[in-house]
T-cell receptor
Framework: SQQGEEDPQALSIQEGENATMNCSYK?????LQWYRQNSGRGLVHLIL?????REKHSGRLRVTLDTSKKSSSLLITASRAADTASYFC???????????FGKGTRLSVIA | DTGVSQDPRHKITKRGQNVTFRCDPI?????LYWYRQTLGQGPEFLTYFQNEAQLEKSRLLSDRFSAERPKGSFSTLEIQRTEQGDSAMYLC????????????FGPGTRLTVL
């Protein structure tokens, strides 16, 4: 079964705008990871945030984690058409277990 | 290319046939995972190995499915007597044991059962 739920399911924005995706999960975690998947391809790891961290940045990506609310958000700033993809959050209970993925957010960036 | 590779990329088979997929992980990685992904869903865990030992199997992995990693390097996933419900993308990933289980995915094998 899937632990995470991403919100929204689909998002369409103009190039240059910011995109925010949210993820909620059910059980306690060791870390939360975000992955990107282009249509019909494998997943690419974007960023990992540990349970004792609240915010993390990587290039145009900003991830926040609120363990009290069991939620995370991924912000992509200054979006580009190449950011068009599905984005998944994945949780890891102990740093030593298989990842549990959400259903993903489909992002479309229109040039 | 030192990433995770999978073969074949696409497989079309008739119901009842057996299929086998191969995954070659990143060479330094101890862990190897298999996931299944259906349209519009996130990947779902099937099984994983640490070196050659199979440590966990999901309840999704029926007795028609078997996976091996005989020498702790590449892995195979076999599906016997395929059913139409087996149609999906089968993803392989690998990682180090420590510290945080960041997984690197292959391009996947898309299975279509007619």
């Amino acid at each position: 079964s899937q632990q995470g739920e991403e919100d929204p399911q689909a998002l369409s924005i103009q190039e240059g705008e910011n995109a925010t995706m949210n993820c909620s999960y059910k059980t306690s975690i060791n870390n939360l990871q975000w992955y990107r998947q282009n249509s019909g391809r494998g997943l690419v790891h974007l960023i990992l945030i540990r349970s004792n961290e609240r915010e993390k940045h990587s290039g145009r990506l900003r991830v926040t984690l609120d363990t009290s609310k069991k939620s995370s958000s991924l912000l992509i700033t200054a979006s580009r058409a190449a950011d068009t993809a599905s984005y998944f959050c994945a949780t890891d209970r102990s740093g030593n277990t298989p990842l549990v993925f959400g259903k993903g957010t489909r992002l479309s960036v229109i040039a | 290319d030192t990433g995770v590779s999978q073969d074949p990329r696409h497989k079309i088979t008739k119901r009842g046939q057996n299929v086998t997929f191969r995954c070659d992980p990143i060479s330094e990685h101890n862990r190897l995972y298999w996931y299944r992904q259906t349209l519009g869903q996130g990947p779902e865990f099937l099984t994983y190995f640490q070196n050659e030992a199979q440590l966990e199997k999901s309840r999704l992995l029926s007795d028609r499915f078997s996976a091996e990693r005989p020498k702790g390097s590449f892995s195979t996933l076999e599906i016997q007597r395929t059913e139409q419900g087996d149609s999906a993308m089968y993803l392989c990933a690998s990682s180090f044991i420590l510290p945080y289980n960041e997984q690197f995915f292959g391009p996947g094998t898309r299975l279509t059962v007619l």
